[in-house]
């Protein structure tokens, strides 16, 4: 993509837009020639500061936009398509920005890899099997075609199966992770060796504990849930609290990945039934096993 030339700026005329007065709240800039829209929130942007913002978030990971404005510390989301709007972005911009969202929501929301013989996308629907068929490979090649999913080499040994194939080297690193992690202290409730990772008990994405508190809210999925006995806050709080013991003793290792079940968690979801169409107009053609 081809960072624009010229500064943005606002049609006066345009009726549909609510200009106002005040500093740009992402930049601080408060040259009064400036026309400044208001967004959702009531906050006050340009088309080139909230192009740069939301360019910055995706480079930085996130397919969600909020805004950054420090007063009252606002972080209220913006729906992509008032986003595309106020930014002004131009069709190589728009191609760019929907790309990149559907592409790290897909990796957020779905299962998907490519097929290391084709390289084409392919989603995995049976999260319990490893074995993955690619059915552009099994017409091209005129015979079933299947890799694993978790060496992503040509499937080898029976299958359904859910540890490893029987490629060398085929190893669940996530669960090495688990099997290996450090233990630690939960200083605010004085729970002792509780490892250090976890995988969330609702959708299986590996978190390391940071912060002081039991508690921890999960980055994909959003559930908050309590680090040392595994039941979800809403549980665990009901004869315990952010820091005391919990009822239950420290739970042991885990030595399996919990399985997400995405379509609860998308009904529930507003940024992810976002995400999927967007990755429905915008994603490659994917495959499904």
Not at 153 to 181: F, H, M, V, Y
Not at 201 to 207: E, N, V
Not at 221 to 250: D, G, M, R, W
Request: net charge positive.
């Amino acid at each position: 993509m081809t960072d624009p030339v010229e500064e943005k700026r606002y049609d006066p005329n345009d009726s549909t837009l609510k200009f106002v007065k005040g500093k740009d709240e992402i930049t601080g800039d408060d040259e009064p020639d400036v026309l400044r829209v208001e967004m959702s929130c009531g906050h006050a942007v340009d088309p080139n500061s909230l192009t740069s913002w939301c360019r910055s978030l995706i480079d930085q990971g996130h397919f969600t936009f909020h805004c950054p404005a420090i007063k009252n510390k606002c972080n209220k989301e913006w729906s992509y398509v008032e986003v595309r709007r106020h930014a002004l972005l131009t069709d190589d911009e728009q191609q760019y920005f929907e790309e990149k969202v559907a592409t790290l929501a897909a990796a957020k929301y779905c299962e998907y890899k490519w097929c290391p013989e084709c390289k084409s996308c392919v989603e995995r629907k049976d999260l319990t099997n490893l074995s993955v068929r690619c059915r552009i490979c099994t017409v091209g090649k005129g015979k079933f075609y299947e890799f694993c999913w978790q060496c992503l080499k040509e499937w080898k040994g029976r299958a359904p199966r859910s540890d490893r194939c029987d490629n060398e080297g085929c190893t669940n690193i996530q669960l090495q992770t688990l099997k290996n992690c450090d233990t630690k202290v939960l200083s605010y409730s004085k729970i002792l060796n509780c490892p250090k990772i976890r995988a969330c008990p609702t959708c299986g994405l590996l978190l390391e504990h940071k912060a002081m508190c039991k508690y921890v809210i999960c980055a994909r999925c959003h559930v908050e849930f309590c680090f040392a006995c595994l039941q979800t806050k809403e549980i665990c709080s009901k004869n315990s609290n952010y820091a005391a013991l919990c009822a239950k003793p420290v739970a042991p290792r885990q030595t399996s990945i919990p399985v997400w079940n995405r379509t609860a968690n998308h009904t529930a979801n507003p940024a992810a039934n976002l995400a999927a169409n967007l990755a429905a107009s915008s994603q490659q053609l994917c495959t499904i096993m």
